[in-house]
């Protein structure tokens, strides 16, 4: 039998899914986060460009690389499940170009209980 190894993606135990008052389903932190954990590393879909896709995903992409922006991709793992903050989020994303990877992490204290947010499109 022949397989192909996957590096190993990190992903934070003091993280879970559950729902949320803003929208549907989030992310949440199950104990005390400090600021610059890493909360996950996700693999994610680069799309093309000029397709159309579903509406329903327009509120899930991504800057690919994160910088240059001249790509959109789809985040998977918990990534997608994060909630949009535009004007106060919790965390951050970086992209890995060299592993292929987004990474989350978090820019500030956060406490037990409390939502995590990001910015899918803050591009710098």
């Given at each position: 039998?022949?397989?192909?190894?996957?590096?190993?993606?990190y992903r934070s135990s003091k993280i879970y899914v559950d729902?949320?008052?803003?929208?549907g389903r989030g992310v949440f932190a199950s104990e005390?986060?400090?600021?610059?954990?890493?909360?996950?590393?996700?693999?994610?879909?680069?799309?093309?460009?000029?397709?159309?896709y579903p509406e329903i995903l327009h509120n899930h992409f991504f800057s690919w690389p994160k910088g240059a922006g001249d790509k959109l991709a789809i985040c998977?793992?918990?990534g997608?499940?994060?909630?949009?903050?535009?004007e106060s989020p919790n965390a951050d994303w970086?992209?890995?170009?060299?592993?292929?990877?987004?990474i989350f992490f978090?820019?500030?204290?956060?406490?037990?209980g409390d939502e995590i947010f990001t910015n899918y499109r803050k591009n710098d």
């Open positions: 039998m022949f397989f192909t190894i996957i590096s190993m993606l729902d949320s008052d803003i929208h005390f986060i400090k600021s610059g954990e890493i909360l996950e590393e996700c693999h994610f879909l680069v799309l093309e460009n000029g397709l159309q998977l793992g918990y997608s499940i994060f909630n949009n903050s535009d970086q992209t890995d170009t060299t592993k292929n990877k987004i978090s820019i500030r204290d956060i406490n037990q």
